[in-house]
T-cell receptor, first 110, second 113 residues
């Protein structure tokens, strides 16, 4: 099975940087995904890591350490529209289904 | 590419009634997944299809739940004899291939009264 942990809530100021950590214990691993979900909407893809290291995409970066079972999502130059839930998800090795954490609600304040 | 669509977006039903939801994946995506999400939680896997074949069902999916993808395109999820505990957002996702990125639909929010 999969056990995925991430903080429940984080608050940051507009223009600042926030780092959302995710730790996982899984029976199989074939990649880690980060999704953004605004209230009442579908999750939208942000980033994907399958090898160790940092993936950068604009204001968003994601890091993975497979040996430590650890990932983080870094949000830079925060904007009010970044207020949302951020979901960490691990993909299984054989079935490719996603196992999600409970999500981290990020609130950006002016 | 019009994205994944789901219908209806909202459904309110009385306990004991049957409901059916539809998901239209992105064209040519051969993988289709169903997830369920309750408030404050991440989506939980329910089942998935490779073309028309249902390859796995979660233990969350009781005998009251059934899913089909008859022609390998759209899929339906039926819940029989609904219970209040079935109230949730039901999300559908599709991917081009087994290892591809999953794109989510807007979801169907079910409320059982």
């Amino acid at each position: 099975g999969q056990n995925i942990d991430q903080p429940t809530e984080m608050t940051a100021t507009e223009g600042a940087i926030v780092q959302i950590n995710c730790t996982y214990q899984t029976s199989g691993f074939n990649g880690l995904f980060w999704y953004q979900q605004h209230a009442g909407e579908a999750p939208t893809f942000l980033s994907y890591n399958v090898l160790d290291g940092l993936e950068e995409k604009g204001r968003f970066s994601s890091f993975l350490s497979r040996s430590k079972g650890y990932s983080y999502l870094l949000l830079k130059e925060l904007q009010m529209k970044d207020s949302a839930s951020y979901l960490c998800a691990v993909r299984g090795a054989n079935d490719y289904k996603l196992s999600f954490g409970a999500g981290t609600t990020v609130t950006v304040r002016a | 590419d019009t994205g994944v669509s789901q219908d209806p977006r909202h459904k309110i039903t009385k306990r004991g009634q049957n409901v059916t939801f539809r998901c239209d994946p992105i064209s040519e995506h051969n993988r289709l997944y169903w997830y369920r999400q309750t408030l404050g939680q991440g989506p939980e896997f329910l089942t998935y299809f490779q073309n028309e074949a249902q390859l796995e069902k979660s233990r969350l999916l009781s005998d009251r739940f059934s899913a089909e993808r008859p022609k390998g395109s759209f899929s339906t999820l039926e819940i029989q004899r609904t219970e209040q505990g079935d109230s949730a957002m039901y999300l559908c996702a599709s991917s081009l291939e087994a290892g591809g990125k999953q794109y989510f639909g807007p979801g169907t929010r079910l409320t059982v009264t």
